[in-house]
C-alpha cells in the first residue's frame, strides 16, 4: 500500500482541539484558556492549529484573532526543527460571510489559513443542504475563490468523505483545486469506515484527482466506531501528509482522532511507516493534562499514551534488572511522552528560588505578580501536605492562573453535614463592585447546600451537567480536583459549524482545594463566572445587568435560608 | 483481503474482563463483584468467559470455581441465540500445576475449557523464559497434551505473537494442533503492531499451519498505539472467527480492545464483515456502567459507543423532524446500545409495586430482603431528590448489593469544614464483634479528616491510590458516586500471569449518596473491607487478628482527635 519505498518524509499536524475538541458538549473553553492551549499546541510543535469557528459568534471571533496575533507570530519556544510560528486556521462555512469572519480572525498571523468546507455525501446534500450536486460544486468553486482572494492558503474539506461517492468527490475535489485550493481534507465526519475503506479512499484520490499532486492531502477521522487512529494512519499510508487531530481525542460524540496516538505511532513504529512530524513527544503529557483541566472532559487509565496506566510501570524508576525486564513488555518509554516524575520534591522549607526554578523547569514562565501570588498559594498548601509534587503544582498554577476574571469570588465558606442530616453550607462571595454577600442553604449534600448558596446570591438560573472530582496526587491529604459543567437556562445558544440547529452553550470550571467542598465551591463559580462574562459579551448584558440590579448587593450581610 | 466472499458466519466473543482486565492496576474485583459481572456477560451473551488465572491465589481459584458452577451452567437469561450456558476459562501459564488448578477452578461448568500460554518472541524467550526456541516447542507439546488430557477444549496462546517470528510461530501453532490445542489465539501482547501487519500475520497463519482448519483462530489485541479495536477486527477479516476483548477495553497499560467496539463494529458495518456474533448489544449500556463501577475505572464521555457523548443527540427523543436530522450525524442508534432514558420516572411517592416493576424491567431479580432494603433505600433518596431515574436506581442498588461483607460498618459521621481552616470529621463504626468506635479527627479537608479517624479504628496501614467523584445525574442534587482504590502497606501481593514479579494488591471501593463526604466514607470503608476480607482469606489472618486485638475494641465512646 501506499508510499512505502519513499524516503523519510513529514506528516503535518493540524490541530483542532480548540475548534472540532471545543465544539463537543461540555469542552467551552474561555478565551484566555484558548489562548494557553494555543501556545502549548505551538510548544508541543503543531504545524497548524484550527484556533475556532470565528463565525460562530463575535466571542469566538475574538478569540481566535487573539491567537493568530500572539501565537500565530511567536516563533520561540517551538521544537527546533520549527523556526516559524504556526499556521493559524478559521473554520468557515461555504458562506461569504463565514469566509470573511475568518479572514477577519486570522489574518494578523504570520501564516494564516481559511478552512471551508460543504458536505458531499449523499445523505448530507439532501437532508442538511438541500442542494444538488452540481449546486454543491458550483458553491465550492465560487467560496474556495473567494478564500483563496483573501488568504493564499485555503483549505477545501468534503464534509462526510467518508459516505460520499467517490467519483463525485473526484470532481469537487478537482475544482476546488482549480479554484485555488492548497490543501483537500478528507473527513470521516460520523466515524463509519474501517482503516481498508478509508486507505483506499485515500489512495483513489491521490491517484485520480488532477492537480493532486501540487497541494497537501489531508484526513480527519472520528472515532465512534474506535477506528479514527487506525484510519489516520491507513490514510498517510495512501498518501496524506497532513493528519488532523485533537489532544485526548476530544470531540463530539466519541470525538476526533487523538494526537498523542498518531504522533506515537508513527514515532514507535518509524521503520514501518518511515515518516516524522515535528512533535516534541516529551510535552506530551503536560499538554494532556491542561486540555483535560481545561475542558473538564476526563482521561481513562488505560487510554493510550496519556492514561494514568499506559505505561509498564512508574516513571522515574531507574533500576537497571527492572528495566531490561520491562522492555518485554513496553514498546514505549514513559519519559519520551514526559512522563519524568520529579527528583526534587519540594516542601515547606522550598524558598521562592527554588520554586520558581522548578516551575521554569516546567515549562511555565510566570509574571512577577502571578509568581507572587503562585507562591503564596503553594506555601499555604505545603503547610497541609508533606510533599508537593508536579502534579500539585499544575493543579495549583492551573487554578491560580487560569481563571476567568472573577465577577463573583469566594470570600468565605463554612460547612456541615454527614449522616444526621440537613448538610448546611454558608457562602460569602464578593461581588462585581466588591461587596460582600451572605447566604445560608441546606441542601442533600454538602455541595448542593454551598450550590445553593450561591444560586440565591448569583441568581443566574442554570443546570449543573456534570461534576466529578479525582485526587491530583496519591495519599489521603492530597489535592482535590472538581471539574464542573454548566448550562444557563434560556441563556445564550451557540452556532455550530456543522449544525443548522444552534445548541446551548456550556461552561466547564475548575477548581483545586485540599478541601473538595471548597475546590468544588471554586469550580462552581469559574463556570458561573463564564458564563456571566460570556453571556455579557454578547451584546446580552441582561444577566449582568440582573445581577447588577440584584436586591442584595451593598454588603448584605443578613443570613437567610435559601431552601 | 480475507473472508469478502463467504457467506455470514459467526464470530465468537471471548470477554476477559475478569482476567486480563482484573489484573490491571485498581481493577481488583471481590468474588461478588466477579460472579455479578460474569452472570452480566452470560445475559450480554458472551460466548466464553475467561473467568480468571486460578493459579493467582485461593481465593482466584475459589472465584472462578463460583463461575463456573453457578453461570457455568446456567443458560437461563442468555439471549435467544444461545441455548447453552457460555463457556467458562480459566488462564494458566505452561505449568503443570497452574494447568491442574485451571482445571481445579473450571471443571463444574457445563463448557469447561483451559488456556494455557508460552512465549515465542525473542525478546520474551530470552529475557524472561530464558528457553531456547527448542525448549519452548517441547514445553508447549507437554502442556497442551497435559491440559487436554484433563480438558476436551483446550485454548493455546503464543505470547508476544506480533513480535514473534512467523516461521517460528507456525511452528509453534502446528505442534500445539497436533498436541490437542483446540482453539489457537495470538495476542498483540504488547500492542505494538499494525493493522496491515496484524492481519498479514493472520492470514499467514490461517494459510500456512497444517491443521489450522479443524481449530479456531482467535485474536487478542491491547492498545498501546490506540489501534486494538482495527487489529482485533484486521484479524476478524484474515480468518481469525473469535476475538478477546474486555468491557470498556479495561486491562494492562492502555488495556485491552473493547468488547463494545468490536461487536458495534461488525453490527454497524455488517455489509462489509458479513459476520455475526451472540451479544445482545441492547445490554452493552449496561455492562459498561457495572464494569466501571466495580474497577473504579473511568469512561470517559468520547468513548466510542459507550461514553456519555458517544450519541449525538440524547437518548429518548423521538421528534420525527429531529431524527431525520440527525440520521445525517448518526450511525448507531443509542436504543440499539441499551441507552433508552426512562420514560416511567419514579419519586417520592412510587409505591413499592413501581419500584418493582422498573427494577426488573432493568433486568434486576432482587430477593425479598433485597428488595426491602433497596425500597427503604430508594425513599430515603425519594426524600432528598425530586426524581429518581435509571441511573439513580443502579447507583443505589450498585451501593446496596453488591458491598463487601461489612467488616467495619458505618453508623454514624459527622463533618464540618470550609475556608476557616482545621476540617474535622467524626466517624462511628460498628465493628467485626458488634462493637461501637468512634473517633474523631483533623485533615487537610474533610475526605482526609473522616479517612485519618478511620483509620484510627480500622488500624491497617494502607495508601490511598486513587480518589474520584462524579456526579450521577444532572442537577446539583444529583447522588455523587465516588470510587477509591487502596493498597495496603506490607500486605498481599498478588502472582500476575505474565510476570515473574509479584505485584501488591490493590482494593477498589464504591459508595453512593448525595452527600459526597458521606458517599467518600463508604467508598473507602468498601475499599478496606474487601482489604480485610482478601487479606484475612489468604491464611494471613494478620490484619483481622490484629484488629480484634486492638485496645479500642469494646464501645470505645471517647472520642480522642487522631491527628
Not at 519 to 536: D, F
Request: a negative charge.
Amino acid at each position: 500500500m501506499g508510499t512505502e519505498n519513499q524516503d523519510m518524509d513529514n506528516v503535518n499536524i493540524f490541530d483542532t482541539t480548540l475548534r472540532d475538541g471545543e465544539q463537543s458538549p461540555g469542552a467551552t473553553m474561555t478565551s484566555a484558556e484558548k489562548l494557553e492551549v494555543a501556545r502549548a499546541l505551538s510548544r508541543l510543535g503543531v504545524d497548524i492549529i484550527e484556533a475556532g469557528f470565528p463565525a460562530a459568534s463575535p466571542d469566538d471571533l475574538n478569540g481566535v484573532r487573539r491567537i493568530a496575533e500572539e501565537v500565530g507570530n511567536a516563533p520561540r519556544g517551538r521544537p527546533s526543527a520549527s523556526s516559524q510560528p504556526p499556521i493559524i486556521c478559521g473554520l468557515s462555512r461555504a458562506h461569504r460571510e463565514d469566509i470573511d469572519k475568518a479572514w477577519e480572525a486570522v489574518q494578523s498571523a504570520a501564516r494564516p489559513r481559511i478552512h471551508t468546507f460543504l458536505a458531499t455525501s449523499e445523505i448530507h446534500m439532501k437532508h442538511k443542504l438541500r442542494m444538488d450536486p452540481e449546486q454543491v460544486v458550483e458553491r465550492v468553486i465560487e467560496m474556495v475563490e473567494h478564500a483563496r482572494s483573501l488568504c493564499e492558503d485555503v483549505e477545501f474539506s468534503p464534509e462526510d468523505a467518508g459516505r460520499s461517492d467517490p467519483e463525485f468527490l473526484y470532481v469537487v475535489l478537482e475544482e476546488a483545486i482549480k479554484a485555488g485550493a492548497t490543501t483537500l481534507n478528507i473527513p470521516d465526519t460520523v466515524g463509519y469506515t474501517t482503516p481498508g475503506e478509508f486507505g483506499s479512499l485515500i489512495k483513489g484520490i491521490a491517484q485520480k484527482v488532477p492537480g493532486i499532486e501540487d497541494v497537501t492531502l489531508s484526513v480527519h477521522c472520528h472515532d465512534d466506531l474506535g477506528l479514527a487512529t487506525a484510519n489516520t494512519l491507513a490514510g498517510i499510508r495512501a498518501g496524506a501528509r497532513q493528519a488532523e487531530v485533537t489532544v485526548n481525542g476530544i470531540g463530539e460524540r466519541a470525538g476526533n482522532t487523538s494526537l498523542e496516538e498518531v504522533v506515537m505511532a508513527l514515532h514507535t513504529r518509524r521503520p514501518i511507516f518511515r515518516l516524522a512530524t515535528g512533535i516534541d513527544t516529551t510535552q506530551i503529557s503536560r499538554v494532556s493534562k491542561l486540555v483535560s483541566n481545561y475542558t473538564g472532559i476526563v482521561v481513562p487509565p488505560n487510554k493510550a499514551v496519556v492514561g494514568a496506566n499506559a505505561f509498564a510501570h512508574e516513571a522515574g524508576i531507574h533500576q537497571d534488572g527492572m528495566l531490561k525486564h520491562e522492555a518485554t513488555y513496553e514498546i514505549m518509554r514513559p519519559e519520551t511522552v514526559g512522563l519524568t516524575q520529579s527528583l526534587l520534591v519540594l516542601g515547606k522549607h522550598s524558598g521562592r528560588h527554588a520554586f520558581r526554578v522548578r516551575l521554569s523547569e516546567l515549562g511555565y514562565a510566570l509574571e512577577e505578580d502571578e509568581l507572587a501570588r503562585a507562591f503564596d498559594r503553594f506555601k499555604a498548601l505545603a503547610d497541609k501536605k508533606k510533599t508537593i509534587t508536579d502534579a500539585d503544582l499544575e493543579a495549583l498554577l492551573a487554578d491560580e492562573l487560569y481563571q476567568p476574571p472573577e465577577v463573583f469570588a469566594l470570600d468565605g465558606l463554612q460547612v456541615a453535614c454527614g449522616t444526621m442530616g440537613m448538610p448546611t453550607a454558608t457562602v460569602r462571595l464578593r461581588g462585581p463592585e466588591g461587596e460582600e454577600h451572605v447566604q445560608a442553604a441546606v441542601g442533600t449534600g454538602p455541595v448542593d447546600a454551598a450550590y445553593k448558596a450561591i444560586d440565591a446570591i448569583v441568581g443566574v438560573p442554570n443546570t449543573l451537567l456534570e461534576f466529578s472530582v479525582h485526587a491530583v496526587t496519591e495519599g489521603i491529604d492530597a489535592q482535590g480536583e472538581v471539574t464542573v459543567r454548566v448550562q444557563s437556562k434560556g441563556g445564550l445558544q451557540t452556532a455550530h459549524a456543522l449544525r443548522e440547529t444552534p445548541q446551548p452553550r456550556t461552561y466547564g470550571g475548575y477548581g483545586a482545594d485540599t478541601d473538595i467542598i471548597v475546590a468544588s465551591v471554586k469550580a462552581y463559580l469559574s463556570a458561573l463566572n463564564k458564563l456571566l462574562i460570556s453571556e455579557g459579551q454578547d451584546g446580552q448584558m441582561r444577566v449582568l445587568a440582573q445581577v447588577g440590579a440584584a436586591p442584595d448587593t451593598g454588603t448584605a450581610q443578613d443570613v437567610q435560608p435559601a431552601d
